[in-house]
């Protein structure tokens, strides 16, 4: 038995509009300059890893998309790298870290 599709009429068709071009801070960056995204501990490394992984590349993904979209941004260089670093209270920090390198 199928369901009958019911036909609407006065429905709005939403907006493709962007919430946010970029919620990182590239253009706000000087050459030497980094920032990172700390990714919590999982209980399983594996998990962790992939975690990673992903968010290197979505982050470089961003950064390209910058470059290309931006003015002048084919001459700025960025590093994208995933970093384990002490924190202040010298607990471990899983993250990714993005530096402006030019």
Not at 37 to 44: F, L, R
Not at 73 to 80: M, Y
Request: charged share 25%; hydrophobic share 35%.
């Amino acid at each position: 038995m199928t369901e009958e599709i019911k036909i609407e009429s006065g429905v709005p068709i939403p907006s493709r509009a962007r919430v946010s071009s970029y919620n990182y801070p590239f253009s706000d960056m000087q050459k030497g300059q980094s920032f990172m995204i700390p990714v919590v501990a999982t209980a399983e490394e594996d998990d962790l890893n992939k975690v990673l992984t992903r968010l290197r590349h979505r982050l470089r993904n961003t950064v390209n998309r910058y470059k290309k979209t931006t003015e002048g941004g084919s001459s700025l260089k960025f590093a994208v790298h995933q970093v384990l670093e002490k924190g202040v209270d010298n607990a471990t920090i899983n993250g990714v870290r993005v530096w402006r390198v030019e």
